[in-house]
């Protein structure tokens, strides 16, 4: 058991730490650069005062990498303790102000009281990586979705019928509108031109395409004020989804190759449904292996996937979804779980199963995530593939 507690309170430029011991009494209180020199002055001063310390921290990536690739070059255990945690837990001690080394102590306190924490384990360099990608194409995804929000709502201002025929979620669409924009331009060109026209850009039903667009410009001649500029604006925006689907492509090359050099890789993509992005998510957030998550229970619980109770008083049985939970797996289950009703018989059975007992389409997909949770636990325990299992008939 460690003797002294070391709660640390990060920050972008400075952390602070503060150091308990078995009685909680405040053997060290510092502010700290965050840098590498400073850092390792802290950690020596505080195995100084004992070699059994145990380290508690509020963010677990950002600004805590430098201490968290430091303490682990010492073999130092770690805890994390989520900000919210301690912003609850201080209320519960004495004072209404809030400093760094207040929260540092509250962090630190919490970690001498606390049994049950988890240490931190680190990461290897492709969970990191995974990590680090699927972020940025998460980011990316989300930029390209704000963009094309913005470029519909600057289309409906000088072409509603086009606004309401093209689909922008497609690639067609959006080329199209980076060359043609206004009704007077479409028309003028006409749907054989425009055809050639996109299909010299290598875009599906190019003649289709080009057809729906001509017949919205004949429902509208008039130009509406501001049309040339919003024509501009059409057009940059066009541009800019173009350069984030080129940058989406880029990135989804660079997850799957990192993926497959996990020595896992086969076992997860062996999950009916689970392609390389979805198991890029579930590897960045659990590691791809089963030191994170030692039963199929805490996966599960770590997914969001197992229901916990809410009971007060004479009310049992009340069972509630998660508040806290890892969205990156809950995703990957769920996506896959979809993915998982086409393509595979058994997890067709168990959604209608569940379907035909009255159980809502969330609820059923969520059961069937949980199960398929369950089968991932034990296939990476068992380094297997999934197997189908064989119709099995019944004579009378």
Not at 22 to 50: F, K, M
Not at 266 to 271: D, E, F, K, S, W
Not at 293 to 321: E, I, K, Q, Y
Request: proline residues 4%.
């Amino acid at each position: 058991m460690p003797r002294i507690r070391a709660g640390v309170d990060i920050g972008k430029e400075h952390h602070h730490c503060v150091v308990l011991d078995a009685q909680g009494e405040r053997l060290l209180s510092r502010r700290v650069l965050n840098d590498e020199t400073a850092l390792l002055e802290l950690i020596s001063d505080v195995l100084a005062l004992s070699g059994e310390t145990l380290w508690a921290v509020d963010i677990n990536h950002g600004g805590a990498a430098l201490l968290i690739g430091l303490l682990l070059g010492h073999a130092q255990p770690m805890v994390y303790i989520t900000g919210l945690v301690v912003h609850q837990a201080s209320t519960a001690y004495r004072g209404q102000g809030e400093t760094d080394e207040k929260d540092a102590f509250v962090i630190a306190d919490q970690a001498r009281m606390c049994k049950d924490l988890g240490l931190l384990r680190p990461g290897d360099e492709i969970a990191v990586g995974l990590r680090i990608l699927t972020a940025r194409r998460t980011d990316l995804v989300n930029d390209r979705t704000r963009q094309i929000n913005r470029l519909r709502a600057q289309l409906i201002e000088i072409f509603p019928a086009l606004e309401r025929a093209l689909n922008l979620i497609e690639k067609g669409p959006v080329v199209l509108l980076a060359g043609y924009r206004t009704p007077a331009a479409i028309r003028h060109s006409g749907a054989s031109r425009i055809g050639t026209w996109l299909k010299n850009r290598k875009v599906k039903n190019a003649g289709a395409l080009a057809k729906t667009v001509v017949g919205a410009a004949h429902s509208q001649h008039i130009a509406l004020p501001g049309e040339k500029p919003a024509a501009a604006m059409v057009a940059r925006l066009a541009k800019w989804v173009m350069a984030l689907d080129a940058e989406i492509a880029e990135l989804d090359a660079l997850i799957e190759a990192r993926f497959h050099e996990h020595p896992r890789a086969g076992v997860i993509r062996g999950l009916p449904g689970m392609g390389a992005l979805l198991g890029a998510e579930f590897v960045a957030a659990t590691g791809g292996g089963m030191a994170a998550s030692g039963t199929p229970d805490r996966l599960t619980s770590f997914a969001g996937l197992a229901p916990v109770p809410r009971d007060s008083g004479r009310v049992s049985g009340n069972m509630r979804g998660p508040r806290r939970y890892h969205r990156g797996p809950l995703r990957a289950f769920c996506l896959s779980s979809m993915a998982g009703l086409r393509s595979y018989p058994a997890s067709h059975s168990c959604y209608w199963r569940k379907r035909n007992k009255g159980r809502g389409n969330k609820q059923a997909l969520l059961s069937l995530a949980h199960r398929r949770a369950n089968a991932l636990w034990a296939m990476i325990r068992d380094g297997a593939c999934c197997r189908a299992l064989p119709n099995v008939s019944t004579t009378a």
